[in-house]
Every structure is written in structure tokens, then in C-alpha cells.
């Protein structure tokens, strides 16, 4: 099976800092998708990398996947309180038409301090 | 509504009764996956529809647990004899279709489960 690892597993930065949020695949990514999770919520969608070396931005987040589809990050500019969460990395598992049930990595842990 | 409904929000139960989950997926969403998450954890796949049709249940941890869609919109999952390893967030998605342009699944709040 595909294994994510996320690094750090938590991060604590001040606010204005920017940061990074890395997703490692052991195996070809067919599709990468940034999640972020707030306590009892559901997960929210934040973007989705197919093609190597695509890079997708919303407001203040960045996120890019590299040329070889195994490694994306997520870039985060000048945080803010409301950045804090559980962010997620998950990919595709196949790259047929069947369905593509998400492999996830543990999450990373992001506080933003006033 | 506008979004992927689970219920109950939160399942207390005692060891060895059944349970059953409900997923109400966004309209016109073809694909529904459901997911277990465990406390620190990432959600895992258990198993996922398109329409009626079941087409993998490789995640369904044993012969326990088993889902089902049978119109093709609301699912249910559920659990028979519980016991507490059974513990955990079930999860709930559903995404406009099976090909990979349209794989974006978009998740309910979940169903934390408890066993006692």
C-alpha cells in the first residue's frame, strides 16, 4: 500500500511566520489532496495536485507537487489564528476509473500563537 | 443541505450490540466513501460506492462490519457485535464521480463512536 509521511508532526509558529508542511509518498502520486481538520468538524478541502511540478494557491496557502509526483508541500504565508488546524495530505491509491479511495498521511498539528 | 450529512454525531453503545451509521452524501454525488479515523491518526478506507454498486470493501477491518447503498444516495454502515476495539470517528465522503478529475470527496463532520 501507498505510505504518506507528513513532517512535522506539529508545528507551533507566531503569528505573520510562514511555514511548510511537507507529504512524502513511498510510490507514484496519481493525485495529492491537501485537507485541513478542525476539531469536530469534518475534514475541509483545500486543493488538489495531479500533473508533476503543479503548483495551486488559495489566499494565503500554496501548495505544490514536484516533478517526480512523490513529495508535495504546503506553504502557508504570514499565518493567522484562524490557520490553526490538523492538516492532512491524502492520495489516490489507483489511477483507474473504479474510484479513488485516499490513502492519508498521520496529519500535521498547526497552532498559531498571538 | 448543502453538504455531507452523518448521523448520529456521536454512538455510545455497550460491547457486543449492533450499530448502524448513516452517511446522507451531497445530491447528485455518485461516489461515497466511508473512512475510520482513530485518535492521531489519518482517516483509513474501508470501503466505497459508485451508485448502488459496492465496489470495494477491501478495508472492512472483518465480517462484521458491512455497508450498504441500496438507491444509490443514503448509506448505511454498520456494525454487529461491537466490541471496543471498534472504537473510533467513522467517516463519511462523497465525490461527483469515480475518475480522477472529479475524486474530490468532500467529507461530513463523522460519527464518533464509543464502545463500552
Known amino acids: 500500500s501507498q505510505e504518506l509521511e507528513q513532517s512535522p508532526q506539529s508545528l507551533i509558529v507566531q503569528e505573520g511566520k510562514n511555514l511548510t508542511i511537507n507529504c512524502t509518498s513511498s510510490?507514484?502520486?496519481?493525485?495529492l489532496y491537501w485537507y485541513k481538520q478542525k476539531y469536530g468538524e469534518g475534514l475541509i478541502f483545500l486543493m488538489m495536485l495531479q500533473k508533476g511540478g503543479e503548483e495551486k494557491s488559495h489566499e494565503k496557502i500554496t501548495a505544490k507537487l514536484d516533478e517526480k509526483k512523490q513529495q508535495s508541500s504546503l506553504h502557508i504565508t504570514a499565518s493567522q489564528p484562524s490557520h490553526a488546524g490538523i492538516y492532512l495530505c491524502g492520495a489516490s491509491t489507483s489511477n483507474s476509473n473504479s474510484g479513488y479511495a485516499l490513502n492519508f498521511g498521520k496529519g500535521t498539528s498547526l497552532l498559531v500563537t498571538p | 443541505g448543502a453538504g455531507v450529512s452523518q448521523s448520529p454525531r456521536y454512538k455510545v453503545t455497550k460491547r457486543g450490540q449492533d450499530v448502524a451509521l448513516r452517511c446522507d452524501p451531497i445530491?447528485?454525488?455518485?461516489?461515497l466513501y466511508w473512512y475510520r479515523q482513530a485518535l492521531g491518526q489519518g482517516p483509513e478506507f474501508l470501503t466505497y460506492f459508485n451508485y448502488e454498486a459496492q465496489q470495494d470493501k477491501s478495508g472492512l477491518p472483518n465480517d462484521r462490519f458491512s455497508a450498504e447503498r441500496p438507491e444509490g444516495s443514503i448509506s448505511t454502515l454498520t456494525i454487529q457485535r461491537t466490541e471496543q476495539r471498534d472504537s473510533a470517528m467513522y467517516r463519511c465522503?462523497?465525490?461527483?464521480?469515480?475518475?480522477?478529475?472529479?475524486?474530490?470527496?468532500?467529507f461530513g463532520a463523522g460519527t464518533r463512536l464509543s464502545v463500552l
Open positions: 465522503a462523497s465525490s461527483l464521480g469515480p475518475g480522477l478529475d472529479s475524486n474530490i470527496q468532500y
Open positions: 510510490k507514484t502520486l496519481y493525485g
Open positions: 445530491s447528485g454525488h455518485v461516489s
